[in-house]
């Protein structure tokens, strides 16, 4: 039972203040009548104040850093880069709202998952509570990663990417899962040309000619929506072009197989033979069961499980221009391709249904560039082509 917030009044509290649903404020917000609010207004009001000003703080702390700080490119002395793409200074950790529900690890020093590791034993069925909650945090995800996709541009800081998701998931009344998980320092990964994933946001200019990865994480009443794509930043290669298109392709192979009764790792045979047609590299293809089942996807490997309904989990194939080998930057986050060659990604969150396969966090018609952004790019080279040798 839920006590009056008045002074002295041990009635139960029916009611609540309109202004503290705004403000997302729960202790105190309750009052037994109209008469009581009233009588204590004076006092509660405090309340409504003291939010506003942490609002404010968490807001000006979140956007104090001017853009050309971060500019100056870190110095790692004795470190051998595979590639162009050096590291720049990160702005400080983004605040997260106290009335944000948190995961367990968001506020322990090593930001270690407990409840993930305690959970890692098999995927489960989920129940139709479940799977609605499951429906509604995905639809939040995607909102997030349409708002970053929308701000991609030549000219834009990964931290400014960084900020928008940030900024797009508390909106929501989520929390940006990457956020110290493992003590990450980000709300997002922006994996930028050679990084193949888990690139950390900072003061690198997005140019001209680049991809970008930029992968998400909401959670939202007691779960996570995972999800990524790979961006094109202006006018791409043509080979660059062709690998983002395989890597979509990869993924949309290996979702329209999902079905009850097929066995997971036949999932890493088809995105191997998709690659492999174009003598890409599979670095991984991750099956990522929603209780946090992380289990390597590659040809011929031999994982265990057969979906079924109920099962929520995603696919997230990264294919390399070159080799599949990798090396890790000292920030013992950022992983590119050993020859500095370029690599792309997508991931969907995915459940298994009755009948087949429902994409969670498909793309909609509000998305940014529309569903099949890539074959627009392609028609237009080909037509710019064909105009040129007639």
């Avoid at 002074?7 to 029916?14: M, Q």
């Avoid at 997230?316 to 000292?330: A, K, R, S, V, Y």
Wanted: glycine share 6%; proline share 5%; net charge neutral.
């Amino acid at each position: 039972m839920r006590v009056c917030a008045g002074e002295g009044c041990e009635k139960e509290g029916t009611m609540r203040c309109p202004t503290c649903i705004k403000l997302h404020i729960e202790e105190g917000s309750y009052f037994c009548d109209q008469v009581c609010f009233k009588a204590n207004w004076a006092k509660h009001k405090a309340l409504h104040k003291k939010a506003k000003l942490e609002a404010a703080k968490i807001q000006q702390e979140n956007s104090a850093t001017d853009p050309k700080d971060l500019s100056v490119q870190l110095d790692w002395p004795g470190y051998r880069f595979s590639g162009p793409l050096r590291p720049h200074k990160q702005s400080p950790r983004r605040l997260v709202p106290k009335h944000i529900q948190r995961p367990d690890y968001a506020n322990n020093d090593e930001g270690y998952p407990f409840s993930e590791a305690m959970n890692k034993s098999k995927l489960r069925c989920l129940s139709k509570e479940e799977i609605a909650k499951m429906k509604h945090v995905c639809k939040l995800g995607r909102e997030v990663l349409d708002a970053c996709g929308a701000a991609i541009r030549p000219g834009i800081t990964t931290d400014e990417i960084d900020r928008v998701c940030h900024e797009a998931s508390i909106e929501r009344d989520c929390y940006p899962s990457p956020l110290n998980y493992f003590q990450f320092p980000k709300s997002c990964c922006t994996s930028v040309n050679e990084v193949i994933c888990h690139g950390i946001p900072d003061g690198y200019v997005l140019q001209d000619g680049d991809i970008v990865n930029v992968d998400i994480s909401v959670f939202h009443k007691g779960y996570h929506a995972d999800l990524n794509e790979t961006f094109l930043v202006g006018e791409v290669d043509e080979k660059t072009l062709h690998l983002v298109k395989t890597t979509y392709e990869c993924l949309d192979m290996a979702i329209k197989s999902c079905k009850p009764g097929m066995r997971y790792r036949d999932l890493g045979n088809i995105i191997s033979k998709v690659c492999g047609a174009d003598t890409f590299a599979c670095w991984r293809a991750w099956f990522v069961g929603v209780i946090g089942l992380f289990v390597r996807l590659l040809a011929q490997n031999k994982a265990v499980g057969i979906m079924k309904p109920g099962h929520v989990f995603t696919i997230e194939p990264m294919i390399n221009l070159g080799t599949w080998q990798d090396q890790t930057w000292p920030d013992k986050w950022t992983s590119t391709t050993i020859d500095g060659k370029r690599s792309a990604q997508f991931e969907h969150t995915l459940l298994i249904t009755e009948t087949g396969v429902e994409v969670l966090t498909a793309r909609t018609k509000d998305s940014p560039v529309g569903p099949q952004w890539f074959q627009t790019v392609l028609e237009k080279k080909a037509a710019e082509k064909k105009s040129g040798s007639d």
